[in-house]
């Protein structure tokens, strides 16, 4: 398997502008998570699925920000609009199994670095 | 409030001699624990896993431990390398449910000189 893949893996853009990012995560993992990483705050969880189904996105900073996830090989983050106080990397993750029977490991992405201008 | 607290944000250590990074949590009852490793432009690479009823986990030169009494867990890496520097993350992971999440420190940036 190829890993976890997301796309673009650098975005610039203008501040408004509607910003897509994506990814695909290891074929059979059945939770995926969406994070942002920056210098002040970290990596923070934004929002994770189990089997497709958002479970929590308290941690989606603002309705600018919505995730999808219409099939178990793919999933959206958008923000629109988009300003420069978003610029960070974001990382997708997945992993697989589990559902009350034991903690496993988050496969990461490569991310994808957003400047927002 | 819940709180990943990482001890320090650097760290520097003379090769040959044992790293130890530290976590400590508030305000969490996590099943599990683990230790992700991230180097500069990638994403983190999953390292170990201990669970609640472990104390301690070892895996070659790298040892976990996890106190739920203390909300502490110690990472060490023994006999450093340069190769060893990078960005340490742990997470807590509340297991047990489907809404349950991979929740992560803020990190420990470790640089082991020659």
């Known amino acids: 398997d190829a890993g976890v893949i997301q796309s673009p893996r650098h975005e610039v853009t203008e501040m408004g502008q509607e910003v897509t990012l994506r990814c695909k995560p290891i074929?059979?993992?059945?939770?995926l998570f969406w994070y942002r990483q920056t210098m002040m705050r970290g990596l923070e969880l934004l929002i994770y699925f189990n089997n497709n189904v958002p479970i929590d996105d308290s941690g989606m900073p603002e309705d600018r920000f919505s995730a999808k996830m219409p099939n178990a090989s793919f999933s959206t983050l958008k923000i629109q609009p988009s300003e420069p106080r978003d610029s960070a990397v974001y990382f997708c993750?997945?992993?697989?199994?589990?559902?009350?029977?034991?903690?496993?490991?988050?496969?990461f992405g490569q991310g994808t670095r957003l400047t927002v201008v | 409030s819940q709180k990943i607290e990482q001890n320090s944000e650097a760290l520097n250590i003379q090769e040959g001699k044992t790293a130890t990074l530290t976590c400590n949590y508030t305000?969490?009852?996590?099943?599990?624990l683990q230790w992700y490793r991230q180097d500069p432009g990638r994403g983190p690479v999953f390292l170990l896993l201990?669970?609640?009823?472990?104390k301690e986990k070892r895996k070659e030169r790298l040892k976990v431990t996890f106190d739920t009494t203390l909300k502490q867990s110690l990472f060490h890496i023994t006999a450093s390398q340069p190769a060893d520097s990078a960005t340490y993350l742990c997470?807590?992971?509340?297991?047990?449910?489907?809404?349950?999440?991979?929740?992560f420190g803020s990190g420990t940036r470790l640089s082991i000189r020659p």
């Open positions: 074929s059979g993992h059945d939770y």
């Open positions: 993750a997945s992993s697989l199994n589990r559902g009350g029977t034991g903690g496993t490991e988050a496969f």
């Open positions: 305000n969490y009852s996590p099943a599990y």
């Open positions: 997470a807590l992971d509340e297991g047990y449910s489907s809404a349950s999440k991979i929740i």
């Open positions: 201990i669970r609640e009823n472990e």
